[in-house]
Structure formats: structure tokens, C-alpha cells
């Protein structure tokens, strides 16, 4: 799954991530710059990753639609 890619798609004016195997499945942390310091989140990704198929793209844009409720308050080119 290529994170970064679906963070682009955010249009964030800056951001940092970081994708890790933990007891509780896959997590993804995603810091990003808000009015005045930086916001971090954390979301449980599951014992699988999405992939790059076809067969993934629902998984792909459920993540999507998550990180841009969670991040609504990061800055953004937009």
C-alpha cells in the first residue's frame, strides 16, 4: 500500500507518517501541521494491509475518507 500516495490525495500543506506492525494489527501515524503547532493521529489499519489491486480500491478510499475526517483540521493547499 502506497501511504504516501493516499495522504497526497489530502493536498497537505505538510505532513509526516509512519506505518508500523504492532500486538493490535497495523497501525498508521500521521502528524500534520494545523493553525499555530501539529496534529498527530493514529489509525488502526488491521492485520492486513490494502493493496495496489483493484480488488483493494474500496479499502483504499475507506482510508481516505478516515484520514480526511480525522486531519479536516490540518492546513491544506485547498
Do not use: N, Y
Request: charged letters at 30%; hydrophobic letters at 40%; aromatic letters at 6%.
Amino acid at each position: 500500500m502506497a501511504v504516501e500516495s493516499l495522504l497526497e490525495r489530502l493536498d497537505l500543506d505538510a505532513f509526516i507518517f509512519a506505518v508500523e506492525h504492532t500486538p493490535r494489527g497495523w497501525e498508521l501515524r500521521v502528524e500534520c501541521a494545523i493553525e499555530g503547532g501539529w496534529q498527530a493521529e493514529t489509525i488502526l489499519l488491521g492485520e492486513e494491509l490494502p493493496g495496489p489491486g483493484p480488488e483493494d480500491a474500496p479499502l483504499r478510499e475507506r482510508l481516505v475518507h478516515q484520514l480526511r475526517d480525522k486531519l479536516a483540521a490540518c492546513k491544506s493547499h485547498a
